[in-house]
């Protein structure tokens, strides 16, 4: 696609309940990423993708986290069990191969609310 | 393992007037260094990034930002501030090995004043 997707865009969930977000990256790019956006945290690395694979979960932050990649494309982040702490932007970005220098497309992000 | 510090948090200026937003980072190796910008509702696109070369580097809608090894600094400048530059500011920084995730600042938000 012409950029990276994310959806939903707003998710509003009560405690306990389980979610799906979706990352949808930029056809081509292999390297893709998660990272969340807390008020006033900056951003937090979850997890990196290369291609299919996970080389790079250390940010996942419980093991109530998780994620996959399927195809070399679409990611899902999912969160079991949501607590009112996992409140965020949950941002998706991708590159080309992952290079130290590449510049990340990120999408516009999910915003999950926890009630 | 690197990090990035962006000490100021919120920043305001008026507009029209010169802006400069800091970004110290840690890393034992040469950094590849980026400034990425978050307007409301949008999500973050690259303003510029230094690897090599010339410390100087420019980037896109007027921005500049200056690797000084010294300080471990990488301040973003821009001579005259307008208001559409009311934004979320986030440096990053790239490792030479490994698998090359970078590392973002908690952001420096800044404030237009007409």
């Known amino acids: 696609g012409a950029g990276v997707s994310q959806s939903p865009s707003n998710k509003v969930t009560e405690k306990g309940k389980d979610v799906e977000l979706r990352c949808d990256p930029i056809s081509g790019h292999t390297a893709l990423y998660w990272y969340r956006q807390s008020l006033g945290q900056g951003l937090e690395f979850l997890i990196y993708f290369q291609g299919n694979s996970a080389p790079d979960k250390s940010g996942l932050p419980s093991d109530r986290f998780s994620a996959e990649r399927t195809g070399g494309s679409v990611s899902t982040l999912t969160i079991q069990r949501t607590q009112q702490e996992d409140s965020a932007v949950y941002l998706c970005?991708?590159?080309?191969?992952?290079?130290?220098?590449?510049?990340?497309?990120f999408g516009s992000g999910t915003q999950l609310s926890v009630l | 393992a690197q990090s990035v510090t962006q000490p100021d948090i919120h920043i305001t200026v008026s507009e029209g007037a010169s802006l400069e937003l800091r970004c110290n980072y840690s890393y034992g190796a040469t950094p590849y260094l980026f400034w990425y910008v978050q307007s409301p509702g949008q999500g973050l696109q690259l303003l510029l990034k230094y690897f090599s070369g010339d410390t100087l580097v420019q980037g896109i809608k007027g921005f500049e930002a200056e690797f000084k090894r010294s300080q471990s600094s990488f301040n973003l400048r821009k001579p005259s501030v307008h208001w559409s530059d009311a934004a979320e500011y986030f440096c990053a920084v790239g490792a030479s090995g490994g698998s090359y995730i970078p590392t973002f600042g908690r952001g420096t938000s800044l404030i237009v004043h007409p």
């Open positions: 970005a991708s590159s080309y191969i992952g290079g130290p220098n590449e510049k990340l497309f």
